[in-house]
């Protein structure tokens, strides 16, 4: 991943970090905390970076200060420093601080600060980034999205979203979805992470699919991709332009699906279980347009073009079976 954090760390801030996770860490020794002495006196920006550091750590737990009255001579450093100069990159700095001090690689920090926005079965919600670009998340999902520092990261932890990215070379746009990265080159596009496995439907423009830095496999605009659980690649091949995202529409889009898979799709929507115990009926395929939010109406088509039995056997339990 192309982070941010690592290069955009002035000299101060990434000391502080170290600092800050030495003397919370049990093998620090007297030694260690005369040369933090040293090192804290030696400017005003360093007292003010670790400032900042505890500050951060305190809003995160409450925890106390490994650094006892330490930290009394860094405020006063602090103070005289301030009149003279501020950070312009506070938030930065907490976010490469808790990457430290919790022993993280600085994406997993800032995975740590990000924002977490959660649907519930048949909720959806927009999010709008301050650089003008649009996130739309579906039913039963669960998106972070990093908001630190002009950080351009999302998560899909589970479930789909549809993203209407603002270009912007300087500052890549990365969704990261199950053991995968997928890189915006300026489009709009959809993602799909259903337990690992996760598909990527580009309606406009181009996203850039890698994994681990194996090379990066290009989607373009009608075509689609993704990976599976451990991240491989899945070859690129056409996609439908009007599947793509239909969700936002109140539409389900089948194309020779499987039973299960179409009646596991309608669950996401809805609070019911099916319930499919005829074998055969396994392997039956799917064509056809659903609403994602009248059930009855996407049952009575089931029943209707396959020839199977519908039962309610209670407001959540749902059996299908062959006619017989």
């Given at each position: 991943?192309?982070?941010?954090?690592?290069?955009?760390?002035?000299?101060?801030?990434?000391?502080?970090?170290?600092?800050?996770?030495?003397?919370?860490?049990?093998?620090?020794?007297?030694?260690?905390?005369?040369?933090?002495?040293?090192?804290?006196?030696?400017?005003?920006?360093?007292?003010?970076?670790?400032?900042?550091?505890?500050?951060?750590?305190?809003?995160?737990?409450?925890?106390?200060?490994?650094?006892?009255?330490?930290?009394?001579?860094?405020?006063?450093?602090?103070?005289?420093?301030?009149?003279?100069?501020?950070?312009?990159?506070?938030?930065?700095l907490t976010?490469?601080?808790?990457?430290?001090?919790?022993?993280?690689?600085?994406?997993?920090?800032?995975?740590?600060t990000a924002?977490?926005?959660?649907?519930?079965?048949?909720?959806?919600?927009?999010?709008?980034?301050?650089?003008?670009?649009?996130?739309?998340?579906?039913?039963?999902?669960?998106?972070?999205?990093?908001?630190?520092?002009?950080?351009?990261?999302?998560?899909?932890?589970?479930?789909?979203?549809?993203?209407?990215?603002?270009?912007?070379?300087?500052?890549?746009?990365?969704?990261?979805?199950?053991?995968?990265?997928?890189?915006?080159?300026?489009?709009?596009?959809?993602?799909?992470?259903?337990?690992?496995?996760?598909?990527?439907?580009?309606?406009?423009?181009?996203?850039?699919?890698?994994?681990?830095?194996?090379?990066?496999?290009?989607?373009?605009?009608?075509?689609?991709?993704?990976?599976?659980?451990?991240?491989?690649?899945?070859?690129?091949?056409?996609?439908?332009?009007?599947?793509?995202?239909?969700?936002?529409?109140?539409?389900?889009?089948?194309?020779?699906?499987?039973?299960?898979?179409?009646?596991?799709?309608?669950?996401?929507?809805?609070?019911?279980?099916?319930?499919l115990p005829?074998?055969?009926?396994?392997?039956?395929?799917?064509?056809?347009?659903?609403?994602?939010?009248?059930?009855?109406?996407?049952?009575?088509?089931?029943?209707?073009?396959?020839?199977?039995?519908?039962?309610?056997?209670?407001?959540?339990?749902?059996?299908?079976?062959?006619?017989?």
């Amino acid at each position: 991943m192309n982070s941010p954090t690592p290069n955009a760390l002035s000299e101060p801030q990434r000391q502080a970090l170290r600092w800050l996770s030495r003397l919370r860490d049990n093998a620090c020794n007297d030694q260690d905390r005369h040369a933090f002495e040293d090192w804290l006196a030696a400017t005003p920006e360093h007292a003010e970076a670790y400032v900042q550091a505890q500050q951060f750590w305190q809003q995160l737990g409450g925890l106390t200060d490994a650094a006892g009255t330490r930290l009394k001579d860094a405020r006063g450093y602090a103070q005289k420093a301030q009149a003279a100069r501020r950070w312009r990159n506070t938030t930065l700095l907490t976010l490469a601080l808790a990457a430290g001090l919790c022993a993280l690689q600085p994406e997993q920090a800032l995975k740590l600060t990000a924002e977490r926005y959660q649907t519930a079965k048949g909720e959806q919600t927009a999010i709008d980034l301050a650089d003008g670009s649009r996130i739309e998340l579906n039913t039963d999902s669960d998106l972070r999205v990093a908001r630190l520092f002009g950080s351009r990261t999302v998560w899909l932890e589970h479930g789909e979203a549809w993203f209407d990215i603002k270009h912007d070379a300087a500052r890549q746009f990365e969704v990261v979805a199950g053991n995968g990265r997928i890189r915006d080159v300026g489009t709009r596009f959809n993602v799909i992470n259903d337990e690992g496995n996760t598909t990527v439907e580009v309606a406009e423009g181009i996203v850039a699919l890698s994994h681990d830095g194996s090379p990066e496999q290009r989607v373009k605009a009608g075509q689609q991709s993704g990976f599976d659980a451990e991240g491989r690649l899945r070859p690129v091949t056409a996609g439908d332009a009007n599947a793509a995202g239909s969700w936002r529409q109140g539409l389900l889009i089948f194309k020779r699906q499987t039973l299960p898979e179409v009646l596991r799709q309608l669950a996401r929507y809805h609070r019911v279980d099916f319930e499919l115990p005829d074998a055969k009926l396994q392997s039956l395929r799917v064509s056809g347009r659903f609403s994602t939010s009248d059930l009855d109406e996407s049952l009575s088509t089931l029943a209707n073009g396959l020839g199977v039995k519908v039962t309610r056997l209670s407001p959540t339990h749902i059996s299908i079976r062959a006619n017989r």
